[in-house]
């Protein structure tokens, strides 16, 4: 029997084709019930104020960095969503003059539009935030050089094989309103997975790539980025794949509360917790990765409660 329709957007597979039961008990979950959902393996933490938790993301940067030298060169892989740590970050460095000239950052991901990768000076180019917020802003005798940053291109070769001989400490991200990491979205609903979607084993074998958006991806980015404006956001991205996930020692997710909402941010942590993989809800493959921690601002947790506006 095929798995039911997705209420959202037919064509595709997405978190609403999930069994109802799973659906029931996630929206009872209170913010307590969620702390408790830790096990060895998967980590929840909360902080009670986004000045704790900004700082938190930005140390993760700091921390990660001062692991790393000459001979046994250490980075992170970071987001555009959020970005509050960004700034931060730089200041810290700058302030306690520490210096990571052997470091490594990589962008999670990029647009592709007209068969390459946004420009750096398209105005939603994730390389031109992560610049202008961060790197641009650390002293010259501090940062890493130049080519110690890498940023997914159209052609992904070189960006892959950035990822031999250096250590990723940790991957940091946001979660969407799709459930995705990066922009390892759900898939499409067609050939062989018209009927049920990839197996786990199967998706986990993605590398970076040149992914289609779900139409809840594309809706959630003009919301955040473009005012709204969903004409300014393009349909297709380059994205770290699983495949460079599982490189990284940590997977550290960042739940403030304004990327996804109360329902999605109980969902994978649930299906983490409790070990359900399913591909219609990206995040929940994390549950096979061997250290993963999900930071939430408690305010932004919010309840599933039915209110009317």
């Known amino acids: 029997m095929p798995r039911k329709l997705s209420s959202i957007a037919p064509g595709w597979w997405d978190y609403t084709t999930l069994d109802s039961s799973i659906i029931e008990e996630v929206a009872k979950l209170t913010p307590e019930k969620m702390l408790q959902l830790s096990r060895p ?20 940067y700091v921390t990660a960095w001062q692991q790393s030298t000459p ?13 509050e740590q960004l700034p931060l970050v730089a200041r810290i460095i700058n302030d306690l003059n520490i210096p990571i000239q052997s470091a490594h950052f ?12 946004a420009s750096p000076d398209h105005p939603l180019s994730f390389e031109k935030a992560d610049r202008k917020l961060c790197f641009n802003r650390i002293k010259k ?43 390892n979205d759900p898939p499409k609903r067609e050939g062989k997975y018209v009927d049920d979607p990839p197996p786990p ?16 991806t594309i809706a959630q980015n003009a919301r955040t980025s473009g005012g709204g404006n969903i004409t300014l956001v393009p349909t297709k991205a380059i994205t770290v794949g699983p495949v460079e996930t599982w ?9 403030a509360g304004m990327h996804d ?9 649930y299906m983490i917790s409790k070990n359900i993989t399913d591909t219609s809800v990206p995040m929940s493959l994390l549950a ?22």
């Open 41 to 60: 393996g998967f980590k929840v933490v909360m902080y009670d104020t986004l000045e704790d938790f900004y700082l938190a993301e930005a140390l993760e």
């Open 71 to 83: 001979d046994n060169p250490v980075g992170i892989c970071g987001p555009i969503g959020p970005t």
């Open 106 to 117: 990589w962008g999670m991901d990029e647009w592709f539009i007209d068969g390459k990768e």
């Open 141 to 183: 005798e501090l940062v890493m050089p130049d080519k110690n940053l890498h940023f997914p291109k159209a052609d992904t070769a070189a960006y892959r094989r950035s990822w031999d001989g250096v250590r990723c400490a940790v991957m940091q991200g946001g979660q969407g309103d799709i459930k995705h990491w990066a922009f």
């Open 201 to 216: 084993e199967e998706y986990r074998k993605l590398t970076t790539r040149v992914v289609d958006l779900h139409p809840i």
């Open 247 to 255: 490189m990284a020692d940590k997977v550290s997710i960042w739940h």
């Open 261 to 269: 909402n109360p329902f999605g941010q109980r969902l994978t942590t």
């Open 288 to 309: 096979d990765h061997p250290n993963v921690q999900f930071n939430f601002y408690r305010p932004g947790i919010g309840d599933c409660s039915v209110v009317m506006h």
